[in-house]
């Protein structure tokens, strides 16, 4: 019964200071997003954004080498004409930028339970992080994106359930169709089949593997073989 107690004493201390970073993370993010000039990058955001689905495809035939997939672009796309251009492009990654708070809680916690509120307070407060969330590029998409995938990952090696296998896929998927760079970080993440933390000391079995990145192409085909065409 002491144990107990003890249990449910942290877990409430632990929900108060996830509240407390969240709320932190918030104002920090929230404060001002919308007051800078847009700077360079953004120009290229706001000029991409201005087309919908059926632009963007023809402007990938003329371009099929162009550095970044449109899927950022369509969700920016949602605002326009884009009448307060410094609000209107910093919407989506102000809202990736703050889910990414809870996200790192629970990332966190999946390699350890004691790192994990200090891992999202330092999150909350980091200036980078609050700098990219301001920032109307896909940054902030990418980081949260990034740290979803990873957590489900690491909660199929810890269960070995293969239905875990599926949002690590097709949030991998939704990287690649958000930036081409999240190409490299997908190849890094595969190490994590060599980390063990099933409790009976269990392995991941090489089909999971191959169910997963089988999905990840499944899923990315559609796109390149449209762009390899073009």
């Not at 942290?10 to 929900?15: F, G, M, S, W």
């Not at 490299?184 to 593997?209: C, N, R, T």
Request: charged share 15%.
């Amino acid at each position: 019964l002491h144990r107990e107690k003890i249990m449910v004493k942290d877990k409430k201390r632990e929900i108060l200071l996830l509240g407390l970073c969240l709320l932190i993370g918030l104002a920090l993010r929230f404060y001002t997003f919308d007051q800078k000039s847009l700077w360079g990058d953004e120009i290229y955001t706001f000029n991409d954004s201005r087309y919908g689905l059926k632009d963007q495809i023809s402007f990938y035939k003329q371009n099929p080498t162009f550095l970044h997939p449109p899927l950022f672009f369509l969700l920016t796309h949602l605002f326009y004409p884009f009448p307060e251009p410094e609000r209107d492009l910093r919407i989506f990654p102000l809202l990736f930028g703050i889910l990414s708070i809870p996200m790192m809680y629970l990332l966190s916690r999946a390699f350890s339970r004691s790192i994990a509120p200090w891992s999202t307070l330092s999150l909350a407060l980091m200036t980078y992080h609050i700098s990219l969330s301001h920032d109307g590029r896909s940054y902030s998409m990418i980081l949260f994106l990034g740290m979803a995938a990873l957590y489900f990952l690491m909660t199929y090696l810890r269960t070995l359930r293969k239905r875990y296998v599926l949002p690590v896929a097709f949030l991998f998927a939704v990287m690649i169709h958000t930036s081409y760079s999240s190409i490299p970080f997908i190849a890094f993440a595969q190490l994590l089949w060599f980390y063990q933390v099933h409790e009976d000391g269990k392995k991941p079995d090489l089909a999971s593997f191959i169910l997963l990145n089988g999905l990840i192409l499944i899923l990315c085909a559609p796109w390149m073989l449209f762009l390899i065409l073009n």
